[in-house]
Every structure is written in structure tokens, then in C-alpha cells.
């Protein structure tokens, strides 16, 4: 087997998280044309260093292939603007932000989150790198720049004397292949005084709720907060501040400074948080080695149901067209045999076909007009909107599947 290096510290890797098999990108969606051309594959198959413990995917397909157009908008979900919305709120009070100051978040999407600091006059840098979606924020007045963020590029920042007060990265971190280039560019453009906020979802959680379906091509890194701290750290910064939060099925937001800068103490939380890593076995490569077994287990839960449900006749449809939905089918080999199709409330993607399965998207009306037994919720960590959206389902004994953490129906 190849040795792959870590993409932190460039210790050798072959310790073997998890294998999905081979599978499409899980944002490549098609249009109708597509289906008669071969589908780009790639493996899936996850690693982690025994050295930092970083779980990652080795990379197979650059971030321009996936990311400069993107079928992601941010502001598709109710859920996420409310969580966004009492962020700027927060923050802004708690670092006394304002119109002298400057917010530059990094992948700025559509201007989801930019736009609530906009409203209250404190100046705003986007950077995104697909061009598709960084046209939505700029309709919105939001300054974004189309490009991946990256040291040279902050360089240039630097040059022009764009320096931040607040540097905002939300599930950005994952995604970038050169996580050390990355940080090195975020030290640059901060001031000196200046606060970084990231958020990313909790390897913990991954782990201990069977979420192997939050993991695809696009996220190259699976983070806990010792590593991410000792990769801080190798940057000379500092993490003061942590909040466990809801959001993506359990995420950590961290508080980040300068580490020359003395005047922010570093709060208990960080160690309280190291601590519950430690006891849960982060530390210990025994307990990444065995999340495979907890795949397994749901695989065969969830191609008996499938199985089951075909027998008797019933007809099966999926609510959202995630990333994730798409890992989960195409790791189980479920689809046209078994569902009928998928609906999802972003237009964007109505009309289109799943990578892989290839699995019509359509209008959530059509829901309606076809009144499934089952739909099974692919995006499960907002499942309770979307349980609420479509409450419809039981006029005519409908019945909702949840396929995480375990197969269960309601």
C-alpha cells in the first residue's frame, strides 16, 4: 500500500480511518445529458496520522475541480441563517466592532453571513472561490473577491494594507488541502490585536454518532481540537476560546489570537474540551481503527429496510440532495431499485441528477402528488425542519427515516 504523507506534519500515513469504496464527488451533480457519459470516481477511503491524529483524505481531485462552481448556497437553510444571525450579533457586541473595523470571511459562499454585518455598517471582505455563488453576494453589495484564499493572495491583502479585525472561516477548514498554507495566510492579514473565529464539525462527534456520511472528496480533513491546537500552535497562535455547538451534527467554533498577544486570556474551556477528547479516546489510535465496524453496522441496517420496504411493494422517496445524502446511497449501493427520487428545496438543484446514483431532484411539491410510506431525511442534522415543512406526510400514513446515527422510523 502507498504511504500518503500527513498533511500537517508530513509524518508517513497508512492507519486506515474508514473505506467508502469508490465514489463520485458528492456536489457533482448532473444534468440529463450527463447520464449516458462515465462518471469520475475516486477513492474514499480516509486516514488518519498516528503522529497529530488529523484524519484525511489523501487528496485525488485538486479544489478547482470541486469548488470554482459550487451547487452549495448557505442561505438555502432556515436554520443556519438563524444560528448565522445570532453569531453576528454575538461577536459584534463581544469585540465591539464597527465601522472603522473590517470582517473578511474566508469562503464567503453568497454572502450568508457578511450581509448581517453589512447591515450594521461594519465593513466587510468576502473571499470565495466559486464564481457562481460569489456573484450572489456580490448582487448584494458585498465586496467578494473570486479566489481561493491561500498566502500569496494575503500577501497582496498585506500589500494594500488590508488587515482584519475578524477573520471568519465556517466550515472552511476541512475543506482545504494545505491547511498550513492556509493558517500562514490567516496570521498575515490579522491584525495584531485581531480575533479569528472558525467552525468546523467535531471529529468526536463523527465518531461517536456514526456520521460517516459527513465525509466526501470536498472535506480533506476531519478535525479534533488537540490537533487543531498543535497546528495553531506550529503558526505561533494561540486558541483562547472554544463552544461545542449544534450546528452540521455537533461542530466546535474556536476563538483564535496572535500568540504575542497578551492582553486576551485563555479561558477554561479549552482545557475542559482537551480533557473530554482525551477521555473519549482521541488520543488513542485504537479508537479511530474501530470506526469501521460502526459503518458496517449501519450499512446492513439500512439495505434491509430498503430491501424490506421493495418486498412489500412501498414506495420509497429522499428529502435533500446533501453531500452527504450522496455518500451515505452511494456507499450503500442504494438507488433507482429502491427509491424513486429526491426532492430538495434549493432550485438550483431541481431538475438535476445525483452523482453516482443518478436519481432525478425534484420540486418537495411532488411529495404531494405521489404521497410515498417513506421518506428517508438524507441532510438528518436539520431534520427537524424538514419534518415540520412536510408534517403533510401523515394525512395519508406517511412515515419519516432517519439514517443517523441509527436507522430509525417515525
Request: glycine fraction near 4%; include cysteine; charge should be neutral.
Amino acid at each position: 500500500m502507498n504511504s500518503h504523507k500527513c498533511r500537517f506534519c508530513n509524518s508517513s500515513i497508512n492507519n486506515v480511518f474508514v473505506d467508502l469504496g469508490i465514489s463520485p464527488l458528492s456536489n457533482s451533480f448532473l444534468k440529463e445529458n450527463d447520464l449516458s457519459e462515465p462518471e469520475k470516481k475516486f477513492p474514499l477511503k480516509v486516514l488518519v496520522c498516528q503522529k497529530c491524529f488529523l484524519v484525511q483524505i489523501p487528496e485525488f481531485e485538486t479544489p478547482d475541480n470541486i469548488f470554482s462552481e459550487y451547487a452549495y448556497f448557505s442561505s438555502y437553510s432556515k436554520n443556519w441563517l438563524n444560528h448565522i444571525q445570532n453569531y453576528v450579533e454575538m461577536i459584534s457586541k463581544k469585540i465591539n466592532l464597527n465601522q472603522n473595523s473590517l470582517v473578511v470571511e474566508l469562503a464567503s459562499n453568497d454572502g450568508y453571513l457578511l450581509q448581517f454585518f453589512k447591515d450594521k455598517k461594519i465593513p466587510v471582505l468576502g473571499i470565495e472561490p466559486a464564481a457562481n455563488v460569489a456573484k450572489v453576494a456580490q448582487q448584494k453589495g458585498i465586496e467578494t473577491m473570486v479566489n481561493f484564499f491561500s498566502e500569496k493572495l494575503s500577501d497582496g491583502l498585506v500589500k494594500k494594507s488590508i488587515k482584519a479585525d475578524l477573520i471568519v472561516g465556517n466550515n472552511v477548514l476541512a475543506h482545504v488541502p494545505n491547511i498550513n498554507d492556509f493558517i500562514r495566510g490567516m496570521k498575515k492579514i490579522l491584525k495584531s490585536d485581531g480575533m479569528i473565529n472558525m467552525e468546523f464539525p467535531h471529529v468526536l462527534e463523527l465518531i461517536k454518532n456514526n456520521q460517516f456520511d459527513t465525509i466526501y472528496h470536498e472535506h480533506f480533513s476531519y478535525l479534533s481540537l488537540n490537533t487543531v491546537k498543535m497546528i495553531f500552535e506550529f503558526h505561533n497562535m494561540t486558541i483562547f476560546d472554544v463552544e461545542e455547538i449544534s450546528t452540521h451534527g455537533g461542530s466546535l467554533r474556536i476563538y483564535v489570537k496572535h500568540k504575542e498577544n497578551e492582553n486576551i486570556p485563555i479561558k477554561n474551556s479549552v482545557e475542559l474540551l482537551l480533557k473530554k477528547e482525551d477521555e473519549f479516546g482521541l488520543l488513542d489510535i485504537s479508537t479511530y481503527e474501530n470506526f469501521s465496524q460502526k459503518t458496517n453496522h449501519i450499512k446492513r441496517k439500512l439495505i434491509d429496510f430498503f430491501n424490506e420496504a421493495k418486498q412489500k411493494g412501498d414506495k420509497i422517496v429522499c428529502y435533500g440532495a446533501a453531500a452527504k445524502g450522496n455518500t451515505l446511497l452511494n456507499f450503500c449501493k442504494i438507488g433507482k431499485e429502491h427509491i424513486e427520487y429526491v426532492v430538495d428545496n434549493n432550485p438550483y438543484k431541481q431538475g438535476l441528477y445525483l452523482p453516482g446514483t443518478h436519481l432525478e431532484i425534484k420540486d418537495p411539491i411532488e411529495i404531494k402528488n405521489s404521497k410515498p410510506k417513506y421518506i428517508v431525511i438524507l441532510p438528518w442534522n436539520i431534520k427537524d425542519e424538514i419534518m415540520n415543512d412536510i408534517s403533510f406526510i401523515h394525512e395519508w400514513g406517511g412515515k419519516f427515516v432517519i439514517p443517523i446515527p441509527e436507522v430509525e422510523i417515525i
